[in-house]
T-cell receptor, first 115, second 113 residues
Framework: DVKVTQSSRYLVKRTGEKVFLECVQDMDHENMFWYRQDPGLGLRLIYFSYDVKMKEKGDIPEGYSVSREKKERFSLILESASTNQTSMYLC??????????????FGPGTRLTVT | AQSVTQLDSQVPVFEEAPVELRCNYSSSVSVYLFWYVQYPNQGLQLLLKYLSGSTLVKGINGFEAEFNKSQTSFHLRKPSVHISDTAEYFC???????????FGTGTSLTVIP
């Protein structure tokens, strides 16, 4: 089974802090994604990556950056956390080379609260 | 532009009753369609998917969905729900040319004993 893990289930940070959210997948997937989930808004794509050191902006990249130094790890960075970034963050991965290339596998999520 | 609409944000239903969760999409190109389920405090899990072929697809936990191209819909159904089906359900599409998912806003299904 594909496993996508996220470093924290719950995180509380102060406004202005730099925040790192880590995601690791163990299936050698090329694609990795970061979403935020908010009530009434569903999932919105922040950034995604097709390969190591490659990144693409999603629908709401403002205030975020990402890093992918290794294939299995995709980090989301909040350079200066703000209260409007309080949300659930979900990581996902997929592989264009697999038979089910389109299917995304999700981690359990990190609930971030910025105070 | 692509969009996915889930008109019902909350659906309460009694245990053992049938349920339908609605999903409509708009796209100028062919799409693949998915339903994901999110149980409380968990990530998303694939429920079922439509890629091609038969328009009626069956998924896990007794759920099924029907693709209707003319109405651009992909409604999710279950003939008899259980308490354990209480969860958030997301409809999603992916273009057959790309990797990006477009998610609906979700439907919260609450099964009442």
């Amino acid at each position: 089974d594909v496993k996508v893990t996220q470093s924290s289930r719950y995180l509380v940070k102060r406004t202005g802090e730099k925040v790192f959210l880590e995601c690791v997948q163990d299936m050698d997937h090329e694609n990795m994604f970061w979403y935020r989930q908010d009530p009434g808004l569903g999932l919105r794509l922040i950034y995604f990556s097709y390969d190591v050191k490659m990144k693409e902006k999603g629908d709401i990249p403002e205030g975020y950056s990402v890093s992918r130094e290794k294939k299995e790890r995709f980090s989301l960075i909040l350079e200066s956390a703000s209260t409007n970034q309080t949300s659930m963050y979900l990581c996902a991965s997929s592989s264009p080379l697999a038979g089910d290339w389109y299917e995304q596998y999700f981690g359990p999520g990190t609930r971030l609260t910025v105070t | 532009a692509q969009s996915v609409t889930q008109l019902d944000s909350q659906v309460p239903v009694f245990e053992e009753a049938p349920v339908e969760l609605r999903c409509n999409y708009s796209s100028s190109v062919s799409v693949y369609l998915f339903w994901y389920v999110q149980y409380p405090n968990q990530g998303l899990q694939l429920l079922l998917k439509y890629l091609s072929g038969s328009t009626l697809v069956k998924g896990i936990n007794g759920f099924e969905a029907e693709f209707n191209k003319s109405q651009t819909s992909f409604h999710l159904r279950k003939p008899s729900v259980h308490i354990s089906d209480t969860a958030e359900y997301f409809c999603a599409v992916i273009l057959n040319t790309g990797n990006q998912f477009y998610f609906g806003t979700g439907t919260s299904l609450t099964v009442i004993p």
